[in-house]
């Protein structure tokens, strides 16, 4: 296993016999250390137990390179959703650093290389959609647009740590009636079609709508429309800021919060099983020494639907897919680019889309949906060190090394079931092809080497984060994202299941999915709440 940048415990911490705690929490991933950290403060008795023999699950910072000093955000890359009030409230010493290019999306128009330049001012991107598209009518409609979503991202976002409201309540909340339908129950196909006309800044808006999520613009389950509403209300802005010190600072900051209140954090311990009458549980781990049992008021799990059915013994839900490809690179430069007029280190410093035209995007995800790979797959990559030098040793900073992360839309776990190896490397060849398309020399020869001669490149499929990670289906978000407000069977803080004191603070809570610690807060104060433990 890479080194990872966590103070974690390395020795084994055994529960106490005959201890009774307020809460006892199943994996240490940030929502886990939320709850924990909260519910420490608030003075209750809190034990994690975590399967892996360190804190972060999902959200860590690895040296994935042998014998090279950069520490990659390797599973979870950006921070949009964490709600400042989290910060706050556990004193974290965490910071993130906003990106001043939003995006970039290289085009071949009239056989010359092109491209969309959105940031760096509102000057630069009104000139940029001028010169795409040759006037202004996108970029008016574009500033309308995300001047609406704008508006409901002041509104949704702060509801997050709050009980849920009504379907009814958060629509009067928004108070915008054309907002609402067209991000809560027109497909988001619907609106890209009516507001746009460019194919490239079509594809560009519908991306929001795709991370992590396998559907089509008009998927009558509006699934498409959940993942996008996430991506644009992230802090009221929508803004995706970069981690100073990459991913694991946040994980590491929530552990030492948790700790520092008091909570026990046991890594290399495996749940197994959780008894419960609603009122006390006993939840059965496995370490290096044998089994244990610790005994719990209240047990929260930081884990998938899935894994919540199986500790408990009770019915599984659907079977979840993730639909992404993950490649982290280090390289010894940042590629030139065939559109001479921008500067790859602008390029490459928001979010660089390939291949994300709005047809591209249609005709990959036909592709993938018949059992195909897609022919020209869809990708978006960003450079943290650009806005976060940290994350790179003295020497490659001064070398001028640049990380980069690539992130694969339109791939079902379905499609690596034969062979995932294979498949893993037909994919990666093929989504490079596309980006070496718009480069001016190939990234092969820009890639850096680790200490035996390697290229420092890696890629993870769904099937290779369901292993690594136990994400059901290698689904980032653990299952399809639900709407931020109350439906039927669903409790007050969207936390609760079928048993009264077994609470669900992992990304399958309602308004769980991405790095928020939303779930991990709302589960923390459905049991203070209750005020008995």
Not at 300 to 306: D, M
Not at 435 to 441: F, I, P, S, V
Request: a negative charge.
């Amino acid at each position: 296993m890479a080194d990872l940048d966590h103070h974690v415990l390395r020795r084994t911490m055994p529960a106490h016999e005959g201890r009774t705690y307020d809460a006892v929490i199943v994996g240490g991933g940030h929502n886990g250390l939320v709850a924990a950290a909260y519910l420490a403060r608030a003075g209750r008795s809190v034990l994690v137990l975590e399967r892996l023999d360190h804190t972060g699950g999902a959200a860590v910072s690895t040296r994935p390179f042998a014998g090279v000093d950069a520490r990659l955000s390797r599973y979870s890359y950006l921070v949009s959703l964490v709600p400042k009030k989290i910060v706050r409230d556990l004193g974290l010493n965490f910071r993130v650093r906003g990106r001043t290019i939003s995006s970039y999306t290289p085009v071949e128009r009239d056989g010359s290389p092109t491209g969309l330049l959105v940031g760096g001012g509102e000057r630069r991107t009104r000139e940029a959609f001028a010169r795409l598209t040759g006037g202004q009518t996108e970029y008016q409609a574009w500033q309308r647009f995300y001047g609406m979503t704008g508006r409901v991202a002041e509104r949704v976002f702060p509801t997050l740590t709050e009980p849920l409201p009504t379907r009814d309540e958060l629509r009067r909340r928004i108070d915008d009636e054309e907002a609402w339908r067209t991000l809560f129950e027109d497909p988001i196909g619907v609106a890209v079609e009516d507001r746009f006309t460019d194919d490239l800044v079509r594809g560009v808006v519908l991306t929001d709508a795709l991370i992590g999520t396998f559907a089509d613009a008009h998927d009558p389950s509006l699934r498409q429309n959940r993942c996008f509403l996430y991506h644009v209300i992230g802090g009221g802005t929508g803004a995706w800021d970069v981690p100073v010190g990459g991913m694991g600072a946040l994980t590491d900051a929530l552990a030492a919060a948790a700790r520092n209140a008091g909570a026990v954090i046991a890594t290399g311990h495996e749940v197994e099983r959780i008894a419960t009458d609603g009122r006390t549980a006993e939840i059965t781990y496995r370490t290096a020494d044998g089994e244990g049992v610790a005994a719990a008021r209240h047990v929260l799990v930081n884990a998938s639907p899935q894994a919540l059915a199986a500790l408990t013994g009770d019915e599984p839900p659907e079977p979840a897919e993730g639909a992404q490809l993950k490649v982290n690179m280090l390289l010894k430069r940042l590629p030139a680019l065939r559109d001479s007029s921008v500067d790859p280190r602008e390029a490459f410093a928001g979010t660089f889309h390939i291949a994300e035209g709005y047809e591209q995007l249609a005709a990959a995800h036909a592709q993938a949906a018949a059992g195909e790979l897609p022919a020209r797959p869809p990708s978006e990559i960003y450079c943290h060190s650009l806005t976060d030098p940290t994350i790179l040793g003295p020497a490659l900073v001064d070398r001028g090394y640049q990380t980069l992360t690539l992130f694969g839309l339109h791939t079902p776990a379905r499609l690596f079931a034969q062979d995932n190896d294979a498949v893993r490397d037909e994919l990666l060849k093929s989504t490079l092809a596309q980006l070496d398309a718009h480069l001016a020399e190939p990234l092969a020869d820009c890639l850096a080497t680790d200490a035996e001669g390697r290229p420092c490149i890696e890629a993870k499929t769904p099937l290779d984060l369901e292993r690594d990670l136990r994400l059901p289906g290698g689904n980032i978000f653990h299952r399809d994202l639900a709407w931020p407000y109350a439906q039927d069977g669903v409790g007050r803080w969207g936390v609760e299941t079928a048993h009264a004191n077994v609470l669900l603070c992992g990304a399958g809570a309602v308004r769980g999915g991405g790095v928020s610690g939303v779930p991990g807060h709302n589960a923390a104060m459905a049991v203070l709440e209750r005020g008995d433990g």
